[in-house]
């Protein structure tokens, strides 16, 4: 039985060998042949194991790991064009680009890059190896009631950063909330893909132990309820992070036997800007259950 066990951990670990090398090296050679070697499977059967275990084809997968990096080009960097893109994921027109994309994506990159709905990007993506990776990740935790000061951001999502500054400037003229030495979160009071932009609302909460003072700056106080939680660590820009949520709803919650609190999820942030570079950002982000 151990050395049954051994062998498996030892094969998953040549596997995410391989899917770490595509990752790192996406517009390198990724072909049967250069991955079997980073694998040491012999060639004849690595694309039949590499099928078998990730759930798509070798090919399938890289181009889908290049159309997820182009999209998180167009979402976040105005300089890349749709040309860009293209030529980026390995792609020799625009035009086969623009099929792949929508094709994988169910939206045109020019219209993602316009409004990007990464809710309906994440509900296309369906790679089961990365399903199965985030099925492993989820833990369910006993989340305290935390006292927390908040600003409220109405309006647009892409305007949050706006009140992020407005309530570190709170932070730093109160010293009521040490980003130092206190939790930092976040409460979308709504769904940023399907609410109208106007009413939009989003809480902005760094934790206190004691009553926030009065203030010109809007920050009141409020409770996160504490209670049993599925917690998922996003890793990159916050940007991107329906990547991570939708696929909770999508493939783990169903088969979980949990359900869900009326209550709205919410994020801790585990990391600081610019001290840590947006890529490497650790966000947790937390589902309230029953």
């Given at each position: 039985?151990?050395?049954?066990?051994?062998?498996?951990?030892?094969?998953?670990?040549?596997f995410?060998?391989v899917?770490?090398y595509?990752?790192a090296?996406?517009?390198?050679?990724?072909?049967?042949?250069?991955?079997s070697?980073?694998a040491?499977?012999?060639?004849?059967?690595?694309h039949?194991q590499?099928a078998?275990y990730?759930g798509?084809?070798?090919?399938?997968?890289?181009q889908?790991?290049?159309?997820?990096r182009?999209?998180r080009?167009l979402?976040?960097q105005?300089?890349c064009?749709?040309?860009?893109?293209?030529?980026?994921?390995g792609?020799?027109?625009?035009?086969?680009?623009?099929?792949?994309f929508?094709?994988?994506?169910?939206?045109?990159?020019?219209?993602?890059?316009?409004?990007?709905?990464?809710?309906?990007w994440?509900?296309?993506?369906?790679?089961p190896?990365l399903?199965?990776?985030?099925?492993?990740?989820?833990k369910i935790?006993?989340?305290?009631?935390t006292r927390?000061?908040?600003?409220?951001?109405r309006g647009p999502?892409g305007?949050?950063?706006?009140s992020?500054?407005?309530f570190i400037?709170?932070?730093?003229?109160?010293?009521?909330?040490?980003?130092?030495?206190s939790?930092?979160?976040?409460i979308?009071?709504?769904?940023?893909d399907?609410?109208?932009?106007a009413?939009?609302r989003?809480?902005?909460?760094?934790?206190?132990?004691?009553?926030?003072?009065?203030?010109?700056?809007?920050?009141?106080?409020?409770?996160?309820?504490?209670g049993?939680?599925?917690?998922?660590?996003?890793?990159?820009?916050?940007?991107h992070?329906?990547?991570?949520?939708?696929?909770i709803?999508?493939d783990w919650?169903?088969?979980?036997g949990?359900?869900?609190?009326?209550q709205?999820?919410?994020?801790?942030y585990?990391?600081?800007?610019?001290?840590?570079?947006?890529?490497?950002?650790?966000?947790?982000?937390?589902?309230?259950?029953?």
């Open positions: 039985m151990q050395a049954h066990t051994d062998a498996t951990a030892a094969y998953t670990k040549r995410e060998a899917l770490a595509i990752d090296n996406l517009e390198g050679d990724l072909s049967v042949d250069a991955l070697r980073i040491n499977f012999s060639m004849f059967h690595f039949r590499f078998a990730v798509v084809p070798v090919a399938r997968y890289v889908l790991m290049r159309l997820r182009a999209a080009s979402a976040s105005a300089s064009s749709v040309l860009d893109a293209a030529l980026d994921a792609f020799e027109s625009p035009e086969a680009f623009s099929r792949a929508k094709r994988a994506f169910g939206t045109a990159p020019s219209a993602f890059r316009r409004r990007p709905t990464w809710q309906i994440s509900a296309n993506f369906i790679v190896y399903s199965r990776k985030l099925t492993m990740q989820v935790v006993d989340f305290a009631d927390v000061a908040a600003l409220e951001h999502p305007l949050v950063n706006l992020v500054r407005k400037d709170w932070r730093i003229q109160s010293g009521q909330s040490p980003v130092e030495s939790r930092t979160f976040g979308p009071r709504g769904n940023p399907t609410v109208p932009e009413e939009f989003f809480d902005i909460c760094g934790e206190i132990d004691e009553p926030v003072a009065s203030n010109a700056y809007g920050v009141r106080e409020l409770v996160i309820p504490g049993r939680c599925a917690v998922v660590r996003h890793t990159g820009s916050t940007d992070i329906g990547e991570t949520i939708y696929p709803y999508r919650l169903p088969s979980s949990e359900e869900l609190r009326d709205p999820l919410f994020f801790q585990l990391s600081v800007y610019p001290e840590t570079p947006l890529a490497q950002w650790q966000t947790d982000i937390y589902i309230p259950l029953v």
